[in-house]
């Protein structure tokens, strides 16, 4: 079994930055890619960026390129999310997700943007 365990959100400005954060563990497991999702109320979640463990390669979707990026700590099991230029239509719960032989979801931490 794995635990995410994430945190980092909270209510901002539009125009100002968060970074959340989302630490993964467990007994023994492997990654094949770290990812952020998102929902907003009345939405289906979507995905906001990835990364494929093995690589360090980071994928966003395109409403957010340009303003988020995401890393990874893998010595510490561990992904970051920095949201810069933040926008109203960014509020959401903010959910990590593990891609491995199993999948993984963290409890969700929430993002408000106030304009």
């Known amino acids: 079994q794995v635990s995410l365990v994430e945190s980092g959100g909270g209510l901002v400005q539009a125009g100002g930055s968060l970074r959340l954060s989302c630490a993964a563990s467990g007994r023994s497991f492997t990654i094949y890619f770290m990812n952020w999702f998102r929902e907003a109320p009345g939405k289906e979640r979507e995905f906001v960026a990835g990364?494929?463990?093995?690589?360090?390669?980071?994928d966003y979707a395109d409403s957010v390129k340009g303003r988020f990026t995401m890393s990874r700590d893998s010595a510490k099991n561990t992904v970051y999310l920095q949201m810069n230029s933040l926008k109203p239509e960014d509020t959401a719960v903010y959910y990590c997700n593990m891609n491995g032989p199993s999948a993984f979801w963290g409890q969700g931490t929430q993002v408000t943007v106030s304009s």
């Open positions: 990364i494929r463990w093995s690589s360090g390669s980071p």
